[in-house]
C-alpha cells in the first residue's frame, strides 16, 4: 500500500477540519486534509446556517472572502419564537447582528481558504482505519476507488464529524479519551431548503417553535425567498417521523403556499456535554466528533471553527518539540473547556431538566410567563424584574411553581458547573479529581429533576 507522510493529518473537510488544516498550513507545516466527499459535493453539509457573524471565525482565512461569497441573510435581528398553544410570537433580539450563509458556498469558501494557505486537499478519500504504535496514534489507512493509501503523520485531527469512525478505530484504553458517548446523547435532525413565491415578513428573525421529543422545528431565511427549514428530535425518545412532520407544519403555514423544495439533508448532531477530554497521544477531535455543539439550539459551527483552530495551534507546538503526547496536546482541551465549554455544559444541565417535563408543560411555562418577564429572567435573572412584574409572574405561572422551583434549582447548579469548567486541570494529572468535582454536579441535577443518568 502506497504511504504518504505529514506533519499532520486532518480529516474531515467541514469547518473544523478546514480550519485546523488552514491554522497548520499557515505555521508552515505539513497539512493533508482527506475528506471523503468528491470536490464537487464537499461542503454539503445539513445544516440551519445560522451564525453570529463573521466574528464567528478564528482569524486564519480571509473572512471579508467568506463573507462576501457565503453570507446571503446579514440581518438576523430577532430569535422569534412561535407558541402553538396561543399562536403568540415572542421576540427576543440579539445583541449582535446574526448572519445566515449559503451553507454550500461556505464550505466551499473555507476549503479553497485552506488550500490558498498551503493545505494538500484530497477529495474522495474515506478514512477507514487508524494506525497506533504503543498507544500512540501515527496516520491512517484511506481508500479512494478501491485503491488504498496510507498516510502518516505526527498528530492526526478528527474532524470527521458526529459519526466519526475513527473513535471506534482507536484504542482509548490508555488516554483520557472521553469514551463516556452513546446515541442517547444526540439528536437526530432533517432540513430543507424551500423557495417561496413572495418575500416571508421574518426575514430579520430566526423562528423557532417547540414539537414533541424534545426538540423544535425552526424556519431561518437564507434569502427573504430562500428558507432552511428543519427540526431534530434527542434521540432517548421514541423516534419522530421528521419529513412528515416538517412537511405537516409547512402546509399549515400559508407564506410555503406553491413553494419548491431545493435540497434536502438529514442528520445527527451532538446535543450533549463537550468531550471531557478530546486528544489522546498523537490525536485530537474536534468539532462534531467531540460534541462541541450548544446542546439546545444546536449550534455547532462557531465550536467547530474555534476548537480546529486551537487543536491545531497545541498540535503545531507539540510537534516543534517533538513530544506528541497528551500532556503536550491538553492545552486544546483547557481552552475549549475554559472558552464555550463551561456554557455548553451547564446548558446541557438545563436540557436534563427539560427532558423530564412533557413539550406541553414546558410551553406551558413559556406561556404563562409574560414576554417581558422571559426575556428579563433569561438576560439578568428575576433580579431584573420589577417587584409588580414578580408578583405578575408568580400569578400567572401558578400550577408551575413545583416545575419552576426544580429549574431554579438547576439553575443554581448550572452556576456553579460553570465554575468548575473554568477550573479545569492544566495537565492531565488533576483530570480524575476534576471529573469527579463536575459528576457531583449532575448527581445533583439527576436528583433534583428525577432524570435517569444521561453518562
Ligand atoms: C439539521 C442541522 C441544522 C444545524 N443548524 C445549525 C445552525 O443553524 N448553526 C450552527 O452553528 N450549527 C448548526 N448545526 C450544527 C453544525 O452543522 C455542525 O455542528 C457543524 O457542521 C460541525 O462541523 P464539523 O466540521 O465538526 O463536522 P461536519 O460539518 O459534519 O464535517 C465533517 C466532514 O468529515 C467528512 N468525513 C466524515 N467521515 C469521514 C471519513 N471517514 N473520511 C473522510 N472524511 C470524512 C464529512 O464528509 C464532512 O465533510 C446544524 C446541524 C444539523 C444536523
Avoid at 100 to 126: C, F, I, M, N, S
Avoid at 133 to 148: I, L, Y
Avoid at 223 to 251: C, H, S, Y
Avoid at 322 to 344: C, H, I, P, Q
Wanted: aromatic fraction near 10%; charged fraction near 25%; glycine fraction near 8%.
Amino acid at each position: 500500500m502506497p504511504t504518504e507522510s505529514f506533519d499532520v493529518v486532518v480529516v474531515g473537510g467541514g469547518t473544523a477540519g478546514t480550519f485546523a488544516a488552514a491554522t497548520v498550513a499557515d505555521a508552515g507545516l505539513d497539512v493533508v486534509l482527506l475528506e471523503r466527499k468528491s470536490e464537487s459535493e464537499a461542503g454539503h453539509i445539513a445544516c440551519g446556517d445560522a451564525i453570529k457573524g463573521k466574528s464567528t471565525f478564528p482569524d486564519v482565512v480571509d473572512r471579508e472572502y467568506l463573507k462576501s461569497e457565503a453570507f446571503t441573510n446579514e440581518n438576523i435581528q430577532y430569535a422569534r419564537f412561535e407558541n402553538p398553544q396561543t399562536g403568540e410570537t415572542l421576540e427576543i433580539p440579539f445583541e449582535e447582528t446574526g448572519a445566515v450563509v449559503d451553507r454550500k458556498r461556505y464550505g466551499e469558501v473555507l476549503l479553497e481558504e485552506a488550500e490558498r494557505l498551503g493545505t494538500d486537499v484530497r477529495y474522495g478519500r474515506v478514512v477507514q482505519d487508524v494506525l497506533q504504535e504503543d498507544g500512540t496514534v501515527v496516520g491512517v489507512h484511506s481508500a479512494k476507488n478501491g485503491s488504498e493509501t496510507t498516510y502518516e503523520a505526527d498528530v492526526v485531527i478528527d474532524a470527521a464529524g458526529a459519526m466519526s469512525i475513527l473513535q471506534d478505530a482507536v484504542d482509548f484504553s490508555e488516554s483520557t479519551f472521553d469514551t463516556a458517548v452513546n446515541y442517547q446523547q444526540y439528536c437526530s435532525a432533517y432540513r430543507e431548503v424551500i423557495e417561496v413565491e413572495d418575500p416571508v415578513e421574518y426575514e430579520d428573525s430566526i423562528v423557532f417553535m417547540p414539537t414533541e421529543e424534545l426538540g423544535y422545528l425552526w424556519y431561518f431565511p437564507r434569502t427573504e425567498r430562500q428558507i432552511n427549514a428543519g427540526l431534530g428530535f434527542q434521540m432517548n425518545k421514541p423516534p419522530m417521523k421528521l419529513v412528515d412532520v416538517l412537511a405537516e407544519d409547512v402546509r399549515t403555514r400559508s407564506e410555503f403556499e406553491n413553494a419548491e423544495v431545493i435540497d434536502k439533508l438529514g442528520a445527527a448532531l451532538p446535543t450533549r456535554r463537550p468531550y471531557d477530554s478530546a486528544v489522546a497521544p498523537g490525536y485530537a477531535a474536534v468539532g462534531d466528533a467531540a460534541a462541541h455543539v450548544n446542546p439546545a439550539t444546536g449550534g455547532g459551527i462557531p465550536g467547530a471553527a474555534k476548537a480546529g483552530h486551537w487543536a491545531a495551534e497545541a498540535a503545531i507546538e507539540a510537534i516543534e518539540d517533538g513530544d506528541v503526547s497528551e500532556d503536550a496536546l491538553w492545552e486544546y482541551n483547557r481552552k475549549v473547556m475554559t472558552d464555550f465549554g463551561k456554557r455548553f455544559a451547564a446548558i446541557d444541565l438545563y436540557n436534563v431538566w427539560a427532558g423530564t417535563h412533557s413539550v406541553d408543560e414546558l410551553t406551558s411555562i413559556v406561556t404563562a410567563l409574560p414576554g417581558q418577564a422571559l426575556i428579563d429572567a433569561l438576560g439578568k435573572g428575576a433580579a431584573g424584574m420589577s417587584f409588580g412584574l414578580q408578583l405578575d409572574t408568580l400569578r400567572r405561572t401558578f400550577g408551575h411553581w413545583r416545575s419552576l422551583f426544580g429549574l431554579y434549582r438547576v439553575h443554581r447548579q448550572a452556576e456553579r458547573i460553570k465554575d468548575i469548567y473554568e477550573s479545569y486541570p492544566e495537565s492531565p494529572d488533576g483530570f480524575a479529581d476534576w471529573q469527579s468535582r463536575r459528576d457531583a454536579i449532575y448527581e445533583q441535577v439527576y436528583s433534583i429533576t428525577g432524570a435517569d443518568p444521561k453518562y
